[in-house]
């Protein structure tokens, strides 16, 4: 990191380096700026802050993704979440800025090719989503909680039918 003009002069004129080094300085030039940029620039100013900052922006980023992978069968914004997940993480990671990009590039494909097709295509996949949507709410069902739905329902016509 380069030290900024403000500490070269305040250097240059006491003769020594500052105890803190240049990190007053970039603090100082983080509150000049404007909105959360000029907040995160502030904390990243040390080396605590930095360290303290990526795990923050880690640990939320993996919850967000982590939650919106488990939304994605269902209706709802499961992707929309891994989006802004990734979003969170490209803010500190650069391999999540480069998978958020990609990510982005290949839904504006899928979405772009989606559209080219005909009504027939559109419907073939809604079905496919809500059939994949319907196996993972039964077997989730079946596996965690030993609760077969099919069994239920038949269960419960049989008993409307007497």
Known sequence: MAISDEVRNTQAGAGRPSET???DALKAEAVRRSGIHGRLDGIR???AGRLTLKIVIGVLGAVLVTAGLIMVPFPGPGWLVVFA???VLATEFHWAHRLLAF???TLSAWTAWLGRRGWTVKILVVLVAA???AAIVYYGLKLSFDFDLITE???LLNRQAR
Do not use: F, N, S
């Open 85 to 87: 997940g990734l979003a």
């Open 103 to 105: 990510g982005k590039q």
């Open 45 to 47: 100013a040390t080396r």
């Open 131 to 133: 059939a994949a949507a």
């Open 153 to 155: 329902a038949q269960k």
């Open 21 to 23: 080094g240049d990190a």
